[in-house]
C-alpha cells in the first residue's frame, strides 16, 4: 500500500464566532488610546497644534470610526483569523498560480524592525544608506537572475510592473516616432489576465492568441496577429497550465522582426530560478513578484513588489529614481532621460523588498536553483498522484512532465457524477484544505489548479492527495455530503451572484449602510 | 409561517429519445416513430426524467408539481414519489407534439414558477412555440438530438440546477438558444441546424461550462463592449448585414434600430436599411455595393456558417469577401468550445475553404483574439 493511501484527512472543524463587522461593536465615547493633555510648558512653545491648521481644512463632524477598546480590537480580529484558512494554517498547495511558499518569519522581524519601521522616504541620502544598499544589491541580485541590465522596484505589484512595461513600450515607440502606427500589444490568452488588462488602460489593442492542441501558444496564430501595428508583446512562461513553451524564442524573434517589444511576465517564475532567464528567451523587459517567487507574503498576506528589469537599451524609460552606487556612497539617479516618471510614490515596497533580500542571501546561487528543482519535482509528484484519483484529468501535454504547477479538470468526475469543481472547492474545506477558485480563462473544464512550491513536505503532499481522493470518492459514493458541503466552515454556502453585480456591491461599511439601509451618514 | 409553495411544471415527450439506439436520427414524424417501434425501441424518457425529479425530493413538500396523465408526466412522477397535481388528457400511447403543446400552454396558463421539459431538440422547439419568454423553463435531455441550449448538460444536472432555482440559490435567468435540425435532411446524413428562438433558463455558475468566468450580467457588459467597438469603426460607405443571435442584437440595440433575433438586418450609414432578409432580398440590396457582414458562432457547437444562418447564402459570401467578414463572439462563448476550432458549412466546398486558417474575433472594446476556422 502506498504511503499516500496510509495518509488520512484532519478531523478539521473551523471555529464559527458569528463575528459582526467592527463597526457594529463598541460604545459611544468608548477609546482605544487616551492621549494625555497637552503640558501648559510645551503648549507655550509649540501651541496647541490644531490651531496652526488652517479653518477650511478642519473637518466639521468627526469622522465616524469605531469607537472601541483595544482588548475588544484584539480579540476581534483575532476571532476573524481563526474563521480564515491562512497560509501559515492549511496546507495551501490548492490555491495554484499564486506560489504559495514558506515566508521565513525571521524575514518579518526584519521588516519590522525599528530600523526599518522608523525611516521616513524624505530622509537624507546620508542617513538610509543601508536601505539604498539592499535595493541596489536586489537588483544586482535579480539582473544575475534574469540576465537583464538594470531593475528598478519601485512597482507595488505584479500588475503595476505590467503597466510600467506597457508604459516603457509606449515610450520606446514614441522616441522612435512610431507610436501612432504601433497600438496593437499581443499576449496569449493563457497569460495573467493584467498581460492584458494592463495595456488595455494605456489605450492599446490587445490581441490574444488561444492555445494549440498541446496546449501552446499557437505560433500560427501569432503569425497571423503581428504587423507594422504590433507594438509588444507580454506573455506568461510557463501558463498557468505548467507548460513551458519551447518556441519562446521565436515567438520574441517574430515580434523583434516587426519592430516591437517583448515583455515577459514571470510571475511563474518559482520552476526556472537559475535554469531558463529572460535575457536568453530574447526579451527586452521581464519583471519578478517579490511577493510571490521570493518569499515575501502576498495578496492579503502582505505588500507586493513587482521588480522590473530592462535591457540596456531601454534604462533610459525607467521610472525615477534609480537606486546607483558610485564606489563610495548610494544615491538615487533622476537623471534618466526618457523616463516614464514615477509609477508610485517614493522608491518601491521597502518591507517586500528586505524580505526578498533576505531570502535570496539565505539561499545564494545554488539554493535558487535548488528551490527550482524542489519545486518542479513536488510539482511532477503531485502530478502522477493526482491522476491516480479516480475522475481526474491534467489537459494538454500528455506524458510530458510540467513546470510548477498544472491546470487539472474533474470533467469526468463531473460527467459521472453531478458534482463539480465548486462543490469539491466547498468540500475540501471540511478537511482544512483551501482551494482557489479562480481559473482564468475557463477553456478548461471544471478547471482546479495546485502548485505545491518548494516549501511543501513530502507528508504534507501526500496529506493534500489523500483529501483529494477522499472527496472524489465521495462524490462517486455519497455525493449529498459533498454537494451540501461544507458542513465543518465558518458558512455554510457562499451565495456568490451578486459578485458580478456592481448594483449588489457594497465595498464599504458607509456605502452598505447607504445602500442597504437607507442611512445616510 | 406560511409556506409559498412553488409550482412546478412537468412535460415529458415520451417518444424522445426512441430513435437513437435503434439507430434513427430523432423521432420527429409518425411514420419514423413507427419505424423506431418496430426496431425495437424502448422509451428512454421516463427513466432519465426520474433521474432528474428525484434531485427535487428534498423540497417534496414546498413545492406543488403539476403535471400531464400517464407518461407525459404523470407515471415517473408517482413513480418518484410526488403526488403531482394531473390537469389535461392524452390519448395514451399516442401522444404527439400537439399534446406538448397544449400541455405548455395550460401550464403557462397555471402562471407555474419553473417548466421542466424532457425531450430533444423537437420538444423544445414545440415548447417555445407556445412559451416564448413567458416562463422560466429547463430542458432534461432525453431525445437523439440535442444542440439547443436549454437542456441541462444531463438529467441529473438539470435536477440540480432545477433545484437550486427553486431554492433560490440561483435566482438568474438567461436567454439560451433552441436549435433545431431539418430531420428529413439528417437521416440522410446532411447537418443543417436552424435557429428556433430563445427560451429562458435558469443560470448557475456551478453548472455552465465556464463557471465563474462568465454570468448574464458579464456577458451583458461583454456585448455592450463588443457593439461600441463594431459601432465606433462602421466605415459609411458599407453596408452592414447583421447575422442572428443575441451578440449582434446588441450592436442594433444601441444604435437602437429594430431588429430580428433570429432573422438578418441590413444597415447602412447607422440606419436600418431592412430587417429579417432572406437570400434573394438581400443579394438585391447589395448588388454592386460594398458590404460587410457581422456574425457570431450559433448554438454551442462553434459554427459561424451554416447554423442558424443560412440566409447567408456562398453567393453572398463570394461577394462580401473574406476580409470583409467580422466574425464577433464573447470570450465565454469561444472558452465555452473547449479549445475546439469554429466551424463553417455554408453549403459550398469552395467558400468553407476561402474561410478556413486563422481569423480574428472580437472579443470586446478594442480586443480580438485570433482563432483557428476548419471545415
Same mark, same amino acid.
Given at each position: 500500500m502506498s504511503p499516500v493511501k496510509n495518509m488520512k484527512v484532519r478531523n478539521f472543524h473551523q471555529a464559527k464566532w458569528d463575528e459582526p463587522i467592527i463597526f457594529e461593536l463598541g460604545n459611544k465615547g468608548e477609546r482605544g488610546i487616551l492621549l494625555p493633555e497637552i503640558e501648559k510648558e510645551i503648549e507655550a512653545v509649540v501651541g496647541d497644534g490644531v490651531s496652526k491648521i488652517p479653518k477650511h481644512m478642519n473637518r466639521e463632524q468627526a469622522p465616524f470610526l469605531p469607537e472601541i477598546s483595544q482588548m475588544q480590537v484584539l480579540k476581534h480580529y483575532l476571532r476573524l483569523s481563526q474563521e480564515t484558512l491562512g497560509a501559515d494554517l492549511n496546507v495551501d498547495i490548492g490555491q495554484g498560480t499564486c506560489t504559495m511558499k514558506y515566508s521565513p518569519k525571521i524575514n518579518e522581524i526584519f521588516a519590522t524592525s525599528p530600523k526599518i519601521t522608523e525611516l521616513h522616504p524624505s530622509q537624507p541620502i546620508s542617513t538610509v544608506q543601508g536601505i539604498l544598499e539592499i535595493f541596489y544589491k536586489t537588483d544586482l541580485f535579480l539582473r544575475e537572475i534574469s540576465g537583464l541590465d538594470q531593475f528598478t522596484l519601485q512597482p507595488a505589484s505584479g500588475s503595476q510592473a505590467i503597466l510600467t512595461m506597457s508604459s516603457i513600450i509606449k515610450a520606446f515607440h514614441d522616441y522612435n516616432g512610431e507610436n501612432t502606427q504601433r497600438d496593437e500589444i499581443i499576449t496569449t490568452i493563457f497569460s495573467h489576465p493584467s498581460d492584458a488588462a494592463a495595456p488595455a488602460v494605456q489605450g492599446y489593442k490587445i490581441i490574444d492568441i488561444?492555445?494549440?492542441?498541446?496546449?501552446?501558444?499557437?505560433?500560427?496564430?501569432?503569425?497571423?496577429a503581428i504587423s507594422d501595428r504590433t507594438a509588444g508583446l507580454l506573455i506568461t512562461n510557463p501558463e498557468d497550465t505548467g507548460i513551458y513553451n519551447p518556441h519562446i524564442k521565436?515567438?520574441?524573434?517574430?515580434?523583434?522582426?516587426?519592430?516591437?517589444?517583448?515583455?515577459?511576465?514571470?510571475?511563474?517564475?518559482?520552476?526556472?530560478?537559475?535554469?531558463?532567464?529572460a535575457k536568453e528567451a530574447g526579451f527586452d523587459m521581464c519583471f519578478f513578484n517579490l511577493h510571490k517567487t521570493f518569499s515575501s507574503p502576498h495578496g492579503c498576506g502582505g505588500p507586493s513588489a513587482g521588480a522590473l528589469g530592462v535591457k540596456k537599451e531601454l534604462i533610459k524609460f525607467l521610472p525615477v529614481p534609480l537606486v546607483c552606487y558610485n564606489g563610495s556612497e548610494y544615491y538615487f539617479d533622476y537623471k534618466v532621460s526618457h523616463t516614464i516618471g514615477k509609477v508610485r510614490s517614493y522608491y518601491g515596497v521597502v518591507p517586500a523588498v528586505i524580505k526578498a533580500y533576505s531570502w535570496i542571501m539565505s539561499l545564494g546561487k545554488e539554493g535558487l536553483e535548488e528551490v527550482s528543482r524542489i519545486a518542479v519535482l513536488n510539482n511532477n509528484y503531485l502530478l502522477k498522484k493526482v491522476l491516480e484519483i479516480k475522475g481526474t484529468s491534467?489537459?494538454?501535454?500528455?506524458g510530458h512532465h510540467r513546470i510548477e504547477q498544472v491546470r487539472y479538470s474533474w470533467n469526468k468526475l463531473t460527467e459521472e457524477t453531478g458534482i463539480t469543481t465548486e462543490d469539491i472547492t466547498n468540500r475540501m474545506v471540511d478537511f482544512g484544505f483551501h482551494m482557489w477558485s479562480?481559473?482564468?480563462?475557463?477553456?478548461?473544464?471544471?478547471?482546479? #489548479?495546485?502548485?505545491?512550491? @518548494?516549501? %511543501? =513536505?513530502?507528508? &504534507? /503532499?501526500?496529506?493534500?492527495?489523500?483529501?483529494? #481522493?477522499?472527496?472524489?470518492? @465521495?462524490? %462517486? =459514493?455519497?455525493? &449529498? /455530503?459533498?454537494?451540501?458541503?461544507?458542513?465543518r466552515s465558518v458558512v455554510h454556502k457562499l451565495i456568490t451572484d451578486s459578485l458580478d453585480d456592481p448594483d449588489k456591491w457594497a465595498i464599504t461599511w458607509r456605502s452598505y449602510l447607504k445602500k442597504w439601509k437607507n442611512d445616510r451618514i | 409561517m406560511i409556506i409559498i409553495m412553488k409550482k412546478v411544471g412537468l412535460i415529458i415527450n415520451p417518444i424522445a429519445g426512441m430513435g437513437g439506439r435503434v439507430g434513427l436520427k430523432g423521432t420527429d414524424g409518425g411514420e419514423i416513430l413507427e419505424q423506431a417501434r418496430l426496431l425495437g425501441a424502448i422509451p428512454e424518457s421516463q427513466n432519465r426524467t426520474l433521474i432528474s425529479i428525484q434531485k427535487l425530493l428534498p423540497i417534496k413538500e414546498k413545492i406543488e408539481l403539476i403535471t400531464y396523465p400517464e407518461e407525459m408526466g404523470e407515471n415517473i412522477a408517482k413513480k418518484c414519489g410526488f403526488q403531482p397535481t394531473i390537469i389535461g388528457s392524452i390519448s395514451k400511447g399516442k401522444t404527439t407534439r400537439k399534446d406538448t403543446q397544449k400541455a405548455a400552454k395550460d401550464l403557462l396558463d397555471l402562471k407555474i414558477d419553473l417548466l421542466l421539459f424532457a425531450g430533444g431538440d423537437g420538444t423544445a422547439r414545440d415548447i417555445y412555440d407556445v412559451i416564448k419568454d413567458d416562463l422560466v423553463t429547463l430542458g432534461i435531455p432525453t431525445g437523439v438530438k440535442i444542440q439547443s441550449a436549454v437542456f441541462a448538460r444531463n438529467p441529473a444536472r438539470a435536477g440540480d440546477l432545477a433545484l437550486s432555482f427553486l431554492q433560490k440559490r440561483t435566482?438568474?435567468?438567461?436567454?439560451?438558444?433552441?436549435?433545431d435540425i431539418d430531420e428529413d435532411s439528417f437521416r440522410k446524413g446532411i447537418v443543417r441546424a436552424k435557429l428556433y428562438g430563445y427560451l429562458t433558463i435558469p443560470y448557475e455558475r456551478a453548472h455552465v461550462q465556464s463557471s465563474k468566468a462568465g454570468s448574464p450580467e458579464t456577458e451583458n457588459f461583454a456585448h455592450q463592449a463588443i457593439a461600441e467597438e463594431i459601432i465606433e469603426n462602421?466605415?459609411?460607405?458599407?453596408?452592414?448585414?447583421?447575422?442572428?443571435?443575441?451578440?449582434?442584437?446588441a450592436i442594433m440595440d444601441k444604435l437602437?434600430?429594430?431588429?430580428?433575433?433570429?432573422?438578418i438586418d441590413l444597415i447602412y450609414d447607422k440606419k436600418l436599411i431592412a430587417n429579417d432578409l432572406n437570400e434573394s432580398k438581400l443579394t438585391h440590396y447589395i448588388q454592386g455595393k460594398k458590404?460587410?457582414?457581422?456574425?457570431?458562432?450559433?448554438?454551442?457547437?462553434?459554427?459561424?456558417?451554416?447554423?442558424?444562418?443560412?440566409?447567408?447564402?456562398?453567393?453572398?459570401?463570394?461577394?462580401?469577401?473574406?476580409?470583409?467578414?467580422?466574425v464577433i463572439a464573447t470570450r465565454n462563448k469561444i472558452n465555452s468550445l473547449n479549445g475546439q476550432p469554429l466551424l463553417v458549412d455554408s453549403g459550398d466546398r469552395e467558400v468553407d475553404e476561402l474561410l478556413c486558417g486563422y481569423i480574428g474575433i472580437i472579443t470586446g472594446y478594442r480586443e480580438k483574439s485570433i482563432y483557428k476556422v476548419t471545415l
Open positions: 488561444y492555445p494549440n492542441q498541446e496546449g501552446l501558444p499557437d505560433i500560427e496564430a501569432l503569425k497571423e521565436e515567438f520574441t524573434d517574430m515580434i523583434h522582426e516587426v519592430g516591437g517589444l517583448c515583455g515577459y511576465d514571470q510571475a511563474n517564475a518559482n520552476g526556472i530560478l537559475g535554469i531558463a532567464r491534467a489537459p494538454y501535454a500528455k479562480s481559473h482564468h480563462p475557463f477553456i478548461v473544464p471544471q478547471p482546479f #489548479t495546485l502548485e505545491p512550491t @518548494e516549501s %511543501y =513536505s513530502k507528508a &504534507e /503532499i501526500d496529506e493534500y492527495i489523500a483529501g483529494l #481522493t477522499k472527496v472524489a470518492e @465521495e462524490a %462517486y =459514493s455519497n455525493p &449529498e /455530503i459533498v454537494k451540501n458541503a461544507p458542513h | 435566482i438568474r435567468v438567461r436567454e439560451a438558444e433552441v436549435m462602421m466605415e459609411t460607405n458599407y453596408f452592414y448585414i447583421v447575422g442572428p443571435g443575441t451578440t449582434t442584437r437602437q434600430l429594430a431588429n430580428t433575433l433570429l432573422g458590404a460587410k457582414l457581422i456574425i457570431t458562432p450559433i448554438g454551442g457547437q462553434g459554427y459561424i456558417l451554416g447554423r442558424g444562418n443560412q440566409q447567408l447564402s456562398p453567393d453572398i459570401i463570394k461577394k462580401i469577401g473574406k476580409d470583409n467578414i467580422i
